[in-house]
């Protein structure tokens, strides 16, 4: 019973039985239409004659008439004596051929001629197939219409059956999308036999026991991170306040400044990536939203030091006020990567940060970017051809950042040279 449950053997069962059922059936009915074609052939054969000999008798009623079958036609003649044979048999030599000729109405009939000649007599015998030939007719017609019936009764059966074998690896696959559903995870081997369909539950069960503890050791490494990551920045930007407080010359609190500065955009980071390791979304407290011009604005600020000394020109355009539902946090976060990449790689000339209808473009007139590298500079690791600083891991979080709120961010060459970002928001226009 066991071989019996496996999956491997009810396949090789179902094919074996199908095969045998399929192959008795077409031989039961070919049996069946070849006993039915050879008794009508021999039922219709009886009937003509027979109807053929009753005109004989009411046109020959004298008791030594002599009658002949109306499908044979025999004559036999001395050797070399041909008057009396048709000229178009003349030719033959003993065997049997296919033959056409004309009835008494004049049409034209298939026959079957046999000539049997030797040195005393040449003797001929001529069969009238037409009987035979409207009986293939109907053969032919016949099988196809049984081939057509027994390849729907194989499409019926192969549904039922294949129904009947994959029943489990369908159950099996109903239960994964419910546990989907649920998000709860319930071992499923023990639903299952011992077969081969069995194993991958229990192999699925051990995957996802692995995963679970994986990702739960995850959460913990990314909570403790976090945790204590906070710790030392709320000391940083706490001391960085009390000695901005002090009377400390220009350059000192310039340098406080950006210390302060750096641990914001430090907690900011901590926070969106620790949101990206949960893969949970996070909305404003108390229903607020984030003004993407002010966050712009912050972004710019921090973003300074990555200009130095190059004689690039700085402009933040706001056609329009943007509100989105997401924190400010993860806001700064995607302006950031997009803003000082835009910094870092323009040596001279302008970088433009356009703020309004539900996006906020970043246009630069640096080295700019290859066509084909625009939407592989999103991935984890690339840098594409034309970009050399960086570890490549800017642009695949903010891409990370647009998938988990919904946002679209897009990069693409400017033809009068340099690149332009473009971060697309859920459109909340002020007003």
């Known amino acids: 019973m066991q071989y019996r449950r496996r999956l491997r053997s009810r396949i090789i069962i179902s094919f074996a039985l199908f095969g045998l ?51 044979f036609e025999a004559q036999i003649v001395r050797a070399g004596r041909t008057a009396t044979v048709p000229f178009a048999w003349q030719s033959f030599d003993s065997g049997v051929y296919d033959i056409d000729d004309l009835d008494a109405s004049g049409q034209t009939r298939s026959y079957k001629l046999a000539v049997y000649k030797d040195d005393d007599f040449w003797a001929y015998l001529r069969f009238d197939q037409a009987s035979q030939k409207l009986t293939e007719r109907q053969l032919l017609v016949v099988l196809v219409i049984t081939v057509l019936v027994f390849a729907l009764l194989s499409l019926v059966m192969g549904l039922w059956l294949s129904s009947r074998v994959m029943s489990p690896v369908t159950e099996l696959a109903g239960r994964l999308r419910e546990l989907r559903k649920s998000g709860t995870y319930t071992p499923m081997a023990p639903r299952f036999a011992d077969d081969e369909v069995g194993q991958l539950a229990l192999a699925l069960d051990d995957y996802s026991e692995r995963l679970t503890h994986l990702v739960e050791r995850d959460r913990e490494f990314n909570a403790d991170v976090s945790h204590e990551l906070r710790t030392p920045l709320a000391v940083i930007a706490s001391t960085t306040e009390l000695m901005m407080g002090q009377a400390l010359p220009e350059k000192a609190q310039e340098r406080l400044r950006r210390i302060e500065r750096a641990v914001r955009q430090s907690t900011e ?163």
């Open 269 to 431: 980071l901590t926070d969106a990536l620790l949101l990206l390791s949960r893969s949970e979304r996070q909305g404003p407290t108390d229903g607020e939203t984030t003004d993407v011009a002010q966050v712009a604005e912050q972004v710019i600020d921090i973003s300074r030091p990555h200009l130095g000394n190059k004689p690039v020109e700085v402009r933040l355009e706001i056609e329009e006020p943007l509100l989105t539902a997401a924190p400010s946090s993860v806001v700064a976060v995607a302006l950031t990567n997009l803003i000082s990449n835009a910094f870092k790689y323009t040596q001279t000339g302008e970088v433009c940060v356009i703020i309004g209808h539900g996006r906020v473009a970043v246009e630069d007139t640096g080295p700019g970017i290859a066509a084909e590298d625009a939407e592989r500079l999103f991935e984890r690791g690339e840098r594409g051809t034309t970009l050399v600083k960086g570890a490549g891991l800017g642009l695949a979080i903010v891409r990370r950042l647009c998938e988990l709120y919904g946002w679209n961010v897009t990069l693409a060459p400017r033809p009068q040279g340099g690149a332009v970002a473009t971060l697309q928001f859920d459109y909340r226009p002020i007003g």
């Open 21 to 71: 059922g399929l192959t008795a059936l077409f031989a039961a009915a070919t049996i069946y239409l070849r006993v039915r074609m050879e008794d009508q052939i021999i039922n219709e054969t009886l009937t003509r004659e027979l109807v053929h000999f009753v005109d004989f008798k009411r046109e020959f009623p004298q008791p030594d008439a002599r009658w002949s079958m109306s499908l």
